[in-house]
């Protein structure tokens, strides 16, 4: 990682049904973070795609966890396509991207740092949510 004086960027890609509660959310980040060592204090910020802008559960997570939320369209996200490690049509036919948790999360990663950007965690999901975690590549050479 960069040395110690600077934090590394670690940013939180989301995806969810209509209507995912607010705890669903964070169970999911909680399980996946603690499974890797990583807590809530680590993460720079927190990314969906744009047709979810409206979603209570994303907006009320930003605002508990005092994240900014930064929102993709599917375009912006069609060139991340090659780094993700899932494919699913069905978030392709609700979003017109395959996989909306690893591409924001990417994505994001990427605007903040100006570099290209690799996943440290992949997709989880659970009944309702998806999540991934990515980072610029920088941070770790």
């Given at each position: 990682?960069?040395?110690?004086?600077?934090?590394?960027?670690?940013?939180i890609g989301l995806g969810c049904q209509r209507g995912c509660p607010v705890?669903?959310?964070?169970?999911?980040?909680?399980?996946?973070?603690?499974?890797?060592?990583?807590?809530?204090?680590?993460?720079?910020?927190?990314?969906?795609?744009?047709?979810?802008?409206?979603?209570?559960?994303?907006?009320?997570?930003?605002?508990?966890?005092?994240?900014?939320?930064?929102?993709?369209?599917?375009?912006?996200?069609?060139?991340?396509?090659?780094?993700?490690?899932?494919?699913?049509?069905?978030?392709?036919?609700?979003?017109?991207?395959?996989?909306?948790?690893?591409?924001?999360?990417?994505?994001?990663?990427?605007?903040?740092?100006?570099a290209p950007a690799t996943l440290l965690i992949?997709?989880?999901?659970?009944?309702?949510?998806?999540?991934?975690?990515?980072?610029?590549?920088?941070?770790?050479?």
């Amino acid at each position: 990682m960069k040395n110690g004086a600077e934090r590394p960027i670690l940013v939180i890609g989301l995806g969810c049904q209509r209507g995912c509660p607010v705890s669903v959310l964070q169970g999911l980040i909680e399980v996946s973070l603690l499974e890797h060592r990583l807590a809530l204090s680590d993460i720079t910020a927190l990314a969906s795609i744009d047709v979810k802008s409206t979603e209570a559960g994303l907006l009320e997570l930003a605002e508990h966890l005092a994240l900014p939320l930064t929102f993709f369209s599917s375009d912006e996200l069609t060139r991340f396509e090659p780094q993700l490690s899932h494919r699913s049509q069905i978030a392709f036919d609700s979003t017109g991207c395959y996989g909306v948790a690893e591409s924001t999360a990417l994505a994001m990663a990427a605007r903040l740092s100006g570099a290209p950007a690799t996943l440290l965690i992949e997709r989880r999901n659970s009944s309702r949510a998806t999540f991934a975690l990515a980072s610029p590549l920088q941070e770790f050479q």
